[in-house]
């Protein structure tokens, strides 16, 4: 077993980053890469959950003109097809893995249960959570924070198109500030767009460390475990 910073990790994957360079649904290339290193981090020993999203379907403000709510379960619908394309790739790799969901969906996945997702866990199975928080109004990064909560994990790991967290959008704005570490009081302060506030305020209250990096080079899953230098470590401290 490699050595590794932590034991229990949960990885938020947004729906775009699946969807690779074809920008809409699941690029199975893109899918095969990422689970290629989840699988190196668990045979680490380390356990993995997993909650993702399905902006690659289908966004809540797509659906601009349509009842909000409505809009949004759509959107959670959309996570549940996510989370069987990931279940999928790992399992071809021979990690054994199951799908979660916050809307009950007997036929496909298993309703969430905290005590049952902690038992998995422990047996090394990677957890996959679809549906958010099976509530409209909230975002797959509350989920990620609530989940990485009642799982009691060590931190939550956030890939993102972006490196790490900047002061502002460093493809608008050559001279932003690049952080290696930043608190949460910062971050809800200066406004910067690393999760929605309800899930930034939650991390928070928690006390739950969030490392935001760079998704397109799956590798970093894999670093960020070692505890290497890679991205912004948001905390309390």
Same mark, same amino acid.
């Given at each position: 077993?490699?050595?590794?910073?932590?034991?229990?990790?949960?990885?938020?994957?947004?729906?775009?980053?699946?969807?690779?360079?074809?920008?809409?649904?699941?690029?199975?290339?893109? =899918?095969?890469?990422?689970?290629?290193?989840?699988?190196?981090?668990?045979?680490? %020993?380390?356990?993995?959950?997993?909650?993702? %999203?399905? %902006?690659?379907?289908?966004?809540? /403000?797509?659906?601009?003109?349509?009842?909000?709510?409505?809009?949004?379960?759509? %959107?959670?619908?959309?996570?549940?097809?996510?989370?069987?394309?990931?279940?999928?790739?790992?399992?071809?790799?021979?990690?054994?893995? *199951?799908?979660?969901?916050?809307?009950?969906?007997?036929? !496909?996945?298993?309703?969430?249960?905290?005590?049952?997702?902690?038992?998995?866990?422990? *047996?090394?199975?990677?957890?996959?959570?679809?549906?958010?928080?099976?509530?409209?109004?909230?975002?797959?990064?509350?989920?990620?924070?609530? *989940?990485?909560?009642?799982?009691?994990?060590?931190?939550?790991?956030?890939? /993102?198109?972006?490196?790490?967290?900047?002061?502002?959008?460093?493809?608008?704005?050559?001279?932003?500030?690049?952080?290696?570490?930043?608190?949460?009081?910062? =971050?809800?302060?200066?406004?910067?767009?690393?999760?929605?506030?309800?899930?930034?305020?939650?991390?928070?209250?928690?006390?739950?460390?969030?490392?935001?990096?760079?998704?397109?080079?799956?590798?970093? !899953?894999?670093?960020?475990?070692?505890?290497?230098?890679?991205?912004?470590?948001?905390?309390?401290?």
């Amino acid at each position: 077993m490699s050595e590794t910073k932590y034991k229990r990790v949960l990885i938020k994957l947004s729906g775009e980053v699946l969807a690779g360079d074809k920008k809409q649904g699941v690029d199975v290339e893109t =899918v095969g890469k990422i689970c290629d290193k989840i699988k190196e981090v668990v045979e680490m %020993g380390v356990q993995v959950a997993i909650v993702v %999203g399905g %902006g690659n379907f289908w966004r809540g /403000k797509n659906g601009h003109q349509m009842e909000r709510t409505t809009a949004d379960y759509m %959107g959670i619908l959309a996570t549940a097809m996510n989370a069987l394309a990931l279940q999928d790739a790992l399992e071809a790799r021979g990690i054994y893995s *199951r799908v979660q969901t916050a809307i009950e969906m007997r036929e !496909i996945a298993e309703p969430f249960i905290q005590r049952k997702a902690e038992k998995h866990l422990n *047996r090394g199975r990677v957890v996959i959570f679809a549906c958010g928080t099976g509530h409209p109004y909230f975002t797959t990064d509350t989920a990620a924070v609530l *989940r990485a909560t009642e799982i009691k994990a060590d931190v939550i790991l956030l890939g /993102k198109s972006i490196d790490a967290v900047y002061s502002a959008d460093p493809l608008v704005v050559k001279d932003a500030i690049r952080y290696d570490k930043i608190t949460y009081s910062e =971050v809800l302060e200066k406004d910067l767009k690393v999760m929605d506030s309800t899930a930034t305020a939650l991390c928070r209250d928690n006390n739950m460390p969030l490392l935001v990096f760079g998704i397109s080079d799956p590798e970093n !899953i894999v670093r960020a475990v070692k505890g290497e230098n890679v991205g912004t470590i948001v905390s309390n401290n």
